[in-house]
């Protein structure tokens, strides 16, 4: 029972250097979504996909791109990464969006240098 | 956007003492949730509240939807080590695609 699974779980890049982190879940979730967890900040939403086809601009998305090609996969890109993209990046899916439970992977913690 | 103030941000307790903390927010939450997470993990879902004023417990857990809807406690009883990590609170608003989540509170317990 694999739930929700991230890729990588640790990176250090260059500034300027792009990269994809990879978000799957086996359950079936129609709602994905990107979260990034800095210090005393909680977590703040980036992107979030409502279904296969469909994404949309969360709280902080300007840096990132995402796609939803297949209900499983939700790949956050970094363009050109910058040292304020520091941060532990968390992937969570859930079956609607409308309060039902949300499940986490256990996070990605990426440094910019 | 939204704002959700979580308190305190940290808690330093004596094992067996008893837990509150708090969010509140600038406006109307329709759904409140309450999760934990332990280092190195994702947030784990404690306790899920989708009524104004509704009460409900997860073990040791209790929690609360405030009756203006825009606030929500947490409270641990007879705390142990375990309950050790970072609490976080979110809510959902009327649109439903977005969770707001709170800054946390770190607690630690003194055995």
């Known amino acids: 029972n694999a739930g929700v699974t991230q890729t990588p779980k640790f990176q250090v890049l260059k500034t300027g250097q792009s990269m994809t982190l990879q978000c799957a879940q086996d359950m079936n979730h129609e709602y994905m979504s990107w979260y990034r967890q800095d210090p005393g900040m909680g977590l703040r939403l980036i992107h979030y996909?409502?279904?296969?086809?469909?994404?949309d601009q969360g709280e902080v998305p300007n840096g990132y791109n995402v796609s939803r090609s297949t209900t499983e996969d939700f790949p956050l890109r970094l363009l050109s990464a910058a040292p304020s993209q520091t941060s532990v990046y968390f992937c969570a899916s859930s079956y609607g969006y409308s309060g039902n439970t949300i499940y986490f992977g256990e996070g990605s913690w990426l440094t910019v240098v | 956007g939204q704002q959700l103030n979580q308190s305190p941000q940290s808690m330093f307790i004596q094992e067996g003492e008893d837990v509150s903390m708090n969010c509140t927010s600038s406006s109307i939450f329709n759904t409140w949730l309450w999760y934990k997470q332990e280092p190195g993990e994702g947030p784990v879902l404690l306790i899920a509240l989708y009524k104004a004023g509704e009460l409900t417990s997860n073990g040791r857990l209790t929690a609360q939807f405030g009756i203006t809807r825009k606030d929500s406690f947490l409270n641990i009883s007879a705390s142990i080590p375990s309950d050790v990590g970072i609490y976080f609170c979110?809510?959902?608003?009327?649109?439903?695609?977005?969770?707001?989540f709170g800054g946390g509170t770190r607690l630690m317990v003194k055995p």
């Open positions: 979110a809510g959902r608003d009327n649109a439903g695609n977005m969770l707001t």
């Open positions: 996909s409502v279904g296969a086809g469909i994404t």
